[in-house]
């Protein structure tokens, strides 16, 4: 449970609330890159954490991110013509570049233009796993860009899926670090069997477990946390434990565990306090991954089918997802169809912001008052000057954060498993804390 202020410090993110403050020391996904795929393509029009950008890829192929509102009266440079060096706002002509020059102002006088040195606010753009992302913080905090944890390389395939979600962030995250719900919520797109490890299936996801109430244990690390989910497995019960490892790198992207066929990780992008963008991605290297494609159509997300053209679904809270409670009477759990339609429904019926002061958590909810804490924590601790988690030493590159999950004898020691030598010494160093 959370008081009041507490959850609106740990919810608020627009203007100069300090959450939105701490997040934006981080690059942030701005779009997917196909949304702004062709060059000299249509601009796109982009808000997060209350931010209205232009982004676009000039005919050249370069990226830019400058505030939508034109600095003459204000018009939406995403309406603009995508010319060569810079975009051109269609009311009265000026042009504006990617380092947020005003570089014509033809409804001036020629001396105008130069004698004003106007500078509109602009923003770092970079490309990697199928997303641009964009550096929104103060310019002197400005870390390297590293490629995210779902794109390790450029080898690496990734399928993408975007949704609106009328509702706050944080409930969002929440959702993705609560390991307990997907044995209730998602029990018929995740079904038990006699596997050695999680599978992928073109129709639902497999698991070598039937136990749904898991053990639960956290561990803090240099940017964010892992937390182990561990349950009986169907086979082997009594000499083996079967682990799902889950990864929060703060503050917006969580890598859940793995299947045989491909990793997953998702990412919450604040829109304004009450609505995100959700993010989820299929990705790997082997030839099972899917591509955009399939993995939408997997999901029930599909742009034309499930969403319309700006990623809105029509399963709403105002038509109750369209549940079909005849499919639940024939044996489907929730009657929605989709995994990331079964948890928006959840997220959305919490409100636009949840109320944490009146909830009645339980054990399997300790990676949550975990994940609550360390956010608050890293809140004040930024707020004495202290860099946000993920930008403190010892820095654990991106590249090599990772999920687990698979059956491991019983007395392993769950903090070494899926992670790289360096980040193991870490945590069972005679003085690491958990
Ligand atoms: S509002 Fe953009 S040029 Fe006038
Ligand atoms: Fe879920």
């Keep these: ?20 403050r701490l997040m934006r020391r981080s690059w942030i996904p701005l779009c997917l890159s196909e949304e702004v795929e062709e060059p000299g393509g249509r601009p796109l029009r982009v808000t997060v ?24 009266r204000k018009a939406s440079m995403a309406f603009g013509r995508n010319e060569e060096g810079g975009l051109r706002c269609l009311y009265h002509g000026w042009k504006i570049t990617a380092a947020g020059e005003v570089v014509e102002m033809p409804s001036e006088p020629p001396e ?31 870390p390297p860009f590293e490629p995210p944890p779902f794109a390790p390389h450029p080898g690496v395939k990734v399928a993408t899926c975007k949704v609106w979600v009328p509702c706050n962030w944080a409930q969002i995250l929440e959702g993705q670090i609560d390991s307990a719900h997907s044995s209730s919520l998602h029990s018929s797109d995740m079904v038990p069997a006699r596997v050695a490890r999680a599978g992928a299936t073109r129709k639902n996801w497999t698991r070598p477990s039937t136990d749904k109430a898991p053990r639960l244990t956290v561990l803090t690390t240099p940017y964010g946390f892992r937390y182990a989910a561990i349950r009986r497995p169907i086979a082997n019960a009594a000499t083996h434990d079967y682990y799902r490892i889950s990864t929060f790198v703060s503050p917006l ?9 491909y990793n997953v990780a998702q990412v919450t992008v604040p829109i304004t306090d009450t609505e995100s963008w959700f993010y989820f991605m299929a990705w790997g290297e082997g ?52 995994i990331p339609n079964q948890d928006m429904a959840m997220w959305e019926s919490q409100g636009p912001i949840a109320d944490r002061t009146s909830e009645r958590l339980g054990a399997s909810d300790i990676a949550i008052t975990h994940w609550r804490r360390l956010m608050l924590q890293q809140l004040e601790e930024f707020e004495r000057g202290i ?8 820095k654990i590159p991106q590249h090599k954060i990772a999920s687990f999950e698979g059956i491991v004898p019983k007395g392993t020691d769950w903090r070494t498993l899926g992670v790289g030598e360096e980040e193991a010494a870490l945590y069972t160093r005679s003085d690491a804390a958990e």
């Design 287 to 338: 030839p099972e991954v899917p591509d955009n494609e399939e993995w939408r159509k997997f999901l029930r997300v599909q742009k034309g089918i499930d969403l319309d053209h700006r990623w809105r679904k029509i399963r709403t809270l105002d038509n109750d997802f369209l549940q079909d409670r005849q499919a639940m009477a024939l044996g489907n759990f929730t009657g929605i169809p989709g």
């Design 387 to 394: 860099p946000p988690l993920g930008h403190r030493q010892p």
């Design 253 to 261: 992207i969580c890598l859940i565990p793995p299947n045989a066929s």
């Design 49 to 72: 954490f209350g931010m209205t950008l232009a982004v676009w890829r000039d005919p050249e192929g370069r990226l830019g991110a400058i505030d939508d509102r034109c600095p003459h």
């Design 112 to 142: 105008a233009c130069a004698a004003a040195a106007v500078k509109h606010p602009h923003y770092p753009v970079e490309e990697a796993g199928g997303f641009i992302w964009g550096y929104l913080g103060e310019p002197e905090h400005m």
């Design 1 to 20: 449970m959370l008081t009041h202020e507490e959850n609106m410090r740990l919810c608020r993110v627009s203007g100069d609330a300090p959450m939105g």
